[in-house]
Nanobody, 115 residues
Framework: QVQLVESGGGLVQAGGSLRLSCAASGNIFRLNVMGWYRQAPGKPRELVAT???????NYADSVLGRFSISRDNAKYAVYLQMNSLKPEDTAVYYCNAQERQMSYWGKGTLVTVSS
């Protein structure tokens, strides 16, 4: 089992920045793809960004150029730097990690962007 704990969410004004962190712990052999997803009220969960074990990122079109994903393999951690935040970025942000063909989720951290 792998546990994921997110941190860094909060309230920010439009145009501001936040940095989310996610730390993995537990019986970890190797973390493959890690990523961030988000779910706004009344909407399905959607991909924000993923990053491979080798550091190759992938972004949703809606955040391209504003968000940056990174990871520290030694710390079993993944980060999401969010700049130029918009009210439509308001959502619960979830960390995801793939490990030995299993997919794990954190409990989420709320990001609220005020206009």
């Amino acid at each position: 089992q792998v546990q994921l704990v997110e941190s860094g969410g909060g309230l920010v004004q439009a145009g501001g920045s936040l940095r989310l962190s996610c730390a993995a712990s537990g019986n970890i052999f190797r973390l493959n793809v890690m990523g961030w997803y988000r779910q706004a009220p009344g909407k399905p969960r959607e991909l924000v960004a993923t990053i491979t074990q080798g550091g190759n990122p992938n972004y949703a079109d809606s955040v391209l150029g504003r968000f940056s994903i990174s990871r520290d393999n030694a710390k079993y951690a993944v980060y999401l730097q969010m700049n130029s935040l918009k009210p439509e970025d308001t959502a619960v942000y979830y960390c995801n990690a793939q490990e030995r063909q299993m997919s794990y989720w954190g409990k989420g951290t709320l990001v609220t962007v005020s206009s």
